[in-house]
């Protein structure tokens, strides 16, 4: 066999092999997550112990996430972050310091509880102009919208009048930006030493994180348990995480708390 006809047919079998990988990738699927080929899945990985279907569920059909509460997923890339505004008080301030989140993603204010957030002009916008947060809300309309209130008033609202009001701030922000997707974050623990100041308790904290699971699921919103990742043993923030008051947190936290928000991830489709 001459040399001319050898590179002849190994031209016709590149050719053809090529060819033959078009077709294949023309044919193959996308993942219904992600839209990308070759995925196989791996964008998300949903457990099965979390899948708590809800009929109300606005979202579920819209992204990767099946069920209220937020389901853990291959860790997106740091730019998911980028998706993200975070409303709520000091410990939602902090991401800025300790996460180097941007202050334009943040809604927050020291102290603020989510009463107060209805009326309080704590975000200043673009044109300095200062306005509550739902007015924010309602001009930059959001991706996503992270909500993490309740150690403020946890304490000294009882439990009916603080979900109440907090039902509220909710139905206020689904209207003023109703395409953002918004998730309620559970209220974080304390340490042990904190526990029973100002008459916030852990025990309290989880009987009102039930119960705004149960919100999330009656407005068809996600709920995002990340109170999970900072709790010792006796049921208390992990001391690992403690800036020193008992309530607020140190950077490892803020690590801990960014992971969480990238390995529970609302990819939409």
């Known amino acids: 066999m001459s040399k001319t006809v050898k590179i ?3 031209v016709t079998i590149i050719v053809v092999s090529l060819s033959a990988s078009l077709i294949l990738l023309m044919c193959m699927p996308t993942c219904k997550y992600c839209g990308n080929k070759f995925c196989f899945g791996g964008c998300t990985i949903v457990y099965e112990d979390n899948r708590e279907k ?3 569920l606005t979202y579920g059909k ?7 509460r ?3 997923t291959k860790r997106a890339n740091d730019s998911y972050l980028d998706k993200l505004t975070f409303i709520g008080d000091s410990r939602t301030v902090a991401l800025k310091t300790h996460a ?4 334009n993603q943040i809604f927050a204010e020291n102290g603020l509880n989510h009463e107060q957030a209805m009326t309080d002009k ?7 102009k200062s306005v509550t947060i739902p007015k924010a809300v309602e001009t930059v309309a959001p991706s996503i919208m992270i909500v993490n209130f309740g150690v ?5 609202m009882s439990e009916d009048t603080f979900m109440q009001s907090y039902e509220t701030f909710i139905n206020e922000i689904m209207k003023r930006s109703p395409n953002s997707i918004v998730v309620i974050e559970s209220i974080m623990p304390v340490s042990v030493n904190y526990d029973g100041t100002n008459k916030v308790t852990n025990d309290k904290i989880d009987r009102v994180n039930d119960r705004l699971y149960e919100l999330a699921k009656k407005k068809g919103l996600y709920y995002m348990a990340t109170n999970e990742a900072l709790k010792n043993e006796y049921n208390a923030l992990d001391s690992r995480f403690d800036s020193g008051d008992g309530l607020h947190y140190n950077k490892t936290a803020y690590e801990v708390i960014v992971d969480y928000f990238l390995t529970h991830a609302i990819i939409k489709k």
């Open 122 to 128: 704590v975000v200043k916008l673009q044109d300095y």
């Open 100 to 103: 180097n989140i941007p202050q």
């Open 152 to 156: 403020n008033g946890v304490g000294w």
């Open 54 to 56: 809800s009929p109300n």
């Open 62 to 68: 819209k992204t990767n996430q099946p069920s209220t």
């Open 8 to 10: 002849m047919m190994y």
């Open 70 to 72: 937020l389901s853990s």
